[in-house]
């Protein structure tokens, strides 16, 4: 059984099996066992020392766990320094280049007109002409 699983599993088995005198642990709803096994099941918890640290007002955990744990490096690329590139055209790269197209939304006769375009445009393509 997926450990995620578990607690859909353990509810649905307390729905269906009502008399059978199990408890669940305080600190974790997954430990499912005997009435009378509760006590020893308590005091060795594995869950027990996660709760303690919770309540205990002394015990608070950093704000951010990771400060002070690494060094600053210095970099001395400046990104904005960089050349201007010009910005990426689709409809020029599908213009320039061998792409199958396909108009969606058009009339059978708009299709087909750009159909016979696109048949116009790879001929031109592969003779070398420039577009």
């Not at 059978?20 to 009378?36: A, D, E, G, I």
């Not at 709760?51 to 210095?74: C, H, R, W």
Request: hydrophobic residues 30%.
């Amino acid at each position: 059984m997926l450990a995620t699983r578990l607690s859909k599993h353990l509810i649905k088995c307390g729905r269906n099996h009502p008399g059978n005198n199990m408890v669940r642990c305080p600190f974790n709803n997954t430990h499912v066992l005997q009435s009378s096994d509760l006590k020893t099941h308590l005091g060795n918890c594995s869950n027990l020392k996660d709760f303690f640290q919770l309540t205990n007002k002394e015990y608070v955990p950093s704000a951010d766990p990771m400060a002070g744990s690494f060094d600053f490096i210095e970099c001395h690329e400046n990104w904005n320094d960089e050349p201007e590139a010009e910005t990426y055209n689709p409809q020029l790269y599908c213009k320039k280049n061998l792409l199958m197209r396909n108009l969606v939304g058009g009339t059978p006769s708009q299709r087909r007109e750009f159909r016979e375009s696109q048949r116009e445009k790879f001929k031109d393509l592969l003779e070398g002409k420039d577009l």
